[in-house]
């Protein structure tokens, strides 16, 4: 009986959000904009970083140009998808100059020491970079200033790369649409009427249209996949706890096991083990990333959809970009790792389970959300914002009010269904094997959509709730040209399963998938 009502129910959920997304598209459709293509004198920004890196080493190419370029674009797209919200330039560009002058000297074993000397990158704002805004999207925290860079952003500079600007997101993070008061909306550049995903929305944005070279993002909950599925990038979520968080929020890096995990998002598979290595540090040699890794020895398992019922139910297209890839993996592999279905009764729950275990992060959201000027009274703070008085987004307002007033989730059921799941995926996948996941219920929605389906991350949360790597890899676009993709997951510190499965990825189904043209 059970079954049944919920049959019913996901019926008739399809059905309204079929007539929900109908209306929306009559509005969000007309404000489709076009994002001009590449310029040819700029067409190495289609390259990786690695390649970039390279080229200035060589002499094949000045940083200062490459920092001149990506300036130059940012500014072209910019006022388009509203990605940036503060920017270093002059220092970027004076501090270029110095790498270039460097490199005239003739200094030798660059590559050993500063493998991405004179690379510029962009990071999310709630990750600090000295002197620049520091808002987490509170109009309550318009005037803030990061103090100190983020450990991940020192690490960075220490290997060469230099810090150009810091880009859009949701208040406190908790949304998956890039939108806040202060700076409003970020657009997904392949159709502008639709959201480029949250948290790092805005990196993934950048990066498909040639405007970043290296996107740091974080992930609590799918906000560098979400994104990047989005936006057609790779989005990389390594093992959680080895990278240090200092710098990110409020935190010391001294805090008990986190969820959360600093990550990036990129338009090549390449440029993900390289710069994961320089953020974990001396850590990194637990992520496995030196791991040589050939695809026929990787065992296959994979999802066509979860059930949570929280999540809108899976569009048929999702299931079908699951089917090719299946298809395409069980050509390349040998009979005994064949692609099989995996399934456990956490999916069913996933959301429930991932909002226990955000209890555990370090963050007080409530207090975050007045800056520290004692806890709001969410009931109160419905009441405002139905009256126009709210200085917050809906979603903030929503998010914290369903918090503070529902019941909180019963901690030791949640925690042995992730232990059970723990337990046997990880027996199942082994150090060899892998689970492909839907990137959610739908590609990219259209603004403000979210509010019709506000758990939608759930199918991303799986990785963080098991602290496991994940890439979210593109897989073309759907018949709207909006693009499509799966995730790839293995046990902790498997990560060279999930990017090596990535790369083959990669090259079968053409990579990441670009909001423009870049002209040779």
């Known amino acids: 009986m059970c079954k049944v009502i919920l049959a019913v129910v996901r019926c008739i959920r399809v059905m309204y959000e079929t007539v929900f997304e109908f209306f929306f598209s009559l509005y969000w459709e007309r404000k489709?904009?076009?994002?001009?293509?590449?310029?040819?004198?700029?067409?190495?920004?289609?390259?990786?970083?690695?390649?970039?890196?390279?080229?200035?080493?060589?002499?094949?190419?000045?940083?200062?140009?490459?920092?001149?370029?990506?300036?130059?674009?940012?500014?072209?797209?910019?006022?388009?998808?509203?990605?940036?919200?503060?920017?270093?330039?002059?220092?970027?560009?004076?501090?270029?100059?110095?790498?270039?002058?460097l490199i005239a000297t003739g200094v030798t074993d660059i590559e050993k020491h500063k493998p991405f000397l004179g690379v510029p990158f962009t990071t999310k704002e709630s990750q600090t970079v000295k002197g620049l805004s520091l808002t987490w999207g509170l109009i309550s925290r318009k005037n803030k200033r990061a103090d100190e860079d983020c450990e991940s952003v020192v690490r960075l500079k220490n290997a060469g790369a230099i810090p150009i600007a810091v880009t859009n997101l949701p208040e406190l993070l908790i949304w998956s649409e890039g939108?806040?008061?202060?700076?409003?909306?970020?657009?997904?550049?392949?159709?502008?009427?639709?959201?480029?995903?949250?948290?790092?929305?805005?990196?993934?944005?950048?990066?498909?249209?040639?405007?970043?070279?290296?996107?740091?993002?974080?992930?609590?909950?799918?906000?560098?996949?979400?994104?990047?599925?989005?936006?057609?990038?790779?989005?990389?979520?390594?093992?959680?706890?080895?990278?240090?968080?200092?710098?990110?929020?409020?935190?010391?890096?001294?805090?008990?096991?986190?969820?959360?995990?600093?990550?990036?998002?990129?338009?090549?598979?390449?440029?993900?083990?390289?710069?994961?290595r320089i953020i974990a540090g001396d850590k990194a040699i637990k992520l496995g990333l030196d791991r040589e890794v050939d695809i026929k020895d990787i065992k296959v398992f994979f999802t066509s959809s979860i059930n949570d019922c929280w999540m809108s139910p899976p569009k048929a297209e999702i299931k079908d970009v699951m089917n090719r890839v299946v298809l395409k993996l069980g050509e390349a592999l040998p009979s005994e790792n064949k692609p099989r279905p995996y399934y456990h009764k956490c999916f069913d729950n996933i959301t429930n389970v991932w909002r226990h275990w955000m209890t555990k992060e370090p963050e007080d959201y409530?207090?975050?959300?007045?800056?520290?000027?004692?806890?709001?009274?969410?009931?109160?703070?419905?009441?405002?914002?139905?009256?126009?008085?709210?200085?917050?987004?809906?979603?903030?307002?929503?998010?914290?009010?369903?918090?503070?007033?529902?019941?909180a989730v019963d901690a030791v059921w949640a925690e042995q269904l992730t232990q059970s799941l723990k337990d046997e995926l990880f027996s199942q996948l082994g150090d060899n094997g892998v689970l492909l996941l839907p990137s959610g219920p739908m590609p990219s929605p259209y603004h403000y959509y979210t509010?019709?389906?506000?758990?939608?991350?759930?199918?991303?949360?799986?990785?963080?709730?098991?602290?496991?790597?994940?890439?979210?890899?593109?897989?073309?676009?759907?018949?709207?040209?909006?693009?499509?993709?799966?995730?790839?997951?293995?046990?902790?510190?498997?990560?060279?399963?999930?990017?090596?499965?990535?790369?083959?990825?990669?090259?079968?189904?053409g990579g990441a998938v670009m909001a423009c043209k870049a002209n040779k």
């Open 32 to 101: 489709k904009q076009v994002i001009p293509d590449l310029e040819a004198k700029h067409s190495f920004l289609s390259e990786s970083a690695v390649t970039l890196a390279k080229k200035i080493r060589n002499r094949e190419l000045k940083s200062e140009e490459l920092v001149e370029a990506v300036i130059a674009r940012i500014k072209q797209v910019n006022p388009i998808i509203n990605a940036v919200v503060d920017d270093r330039y002059e220092q970027a560009l004076a501090e270029a100059r110095a790498v270039d002058s």
């Open 179 to 276: 939108r806040n008061p202060l700076y409003g909306a970020t657009k997904n550049p392949h159709h502008t009427g639709r959201t480029a995903g949250g948290s790092s929305g805005a990196e993934a944005a950048l990066m498909a249209t040639y405007s970043t070279v290296i996107g740091l993002s974080s992930d609590v909950g799918g906000s560098t996949r979400i994104p990047s599925f989005y936006c057609g990038m790779f989005g990389y979520h390594p093992t959680a706890d080895i990278i240090n968080l200092k710098g990110l929020f409020s935190r010391t890096g001294e805090e008990a096991s986190s969820m959360f995990c600093f990550g990036f998002i990129s338009k090549h598979v390449e440029d993900l083990a390289p710069l994961t």
């Open 366 to 407: 409530f207090s975050m959300y007045t800056d520290g000027q004692g806890k709001p009274n969410m009931l109160w703070e419905i009441i405002k914002k139905f009256f126009g008085f709210s200085k917050h987004c809906l979603y903030l307002v929503m998010r914290l009010a369903g918090e503070q007033l529902l019941p």
């Open 451 to 509: 509010y019709i389906c506000p758990y939608n991350f759930a199918a991303f949360a799986v990785a963080n709730v098991l602290k496991c790597p994940a890439v979210q890899v593109p897989i073309g676009v759907n018949s709207k040209k909006i693009p499509m993709g799966i995730q790839v997951l293995a046990a902790p510190h498997n990560d060279a399963l999930c990017l090596a499965v990535a790369k083959y990825l990669e090259k079968e189904f």
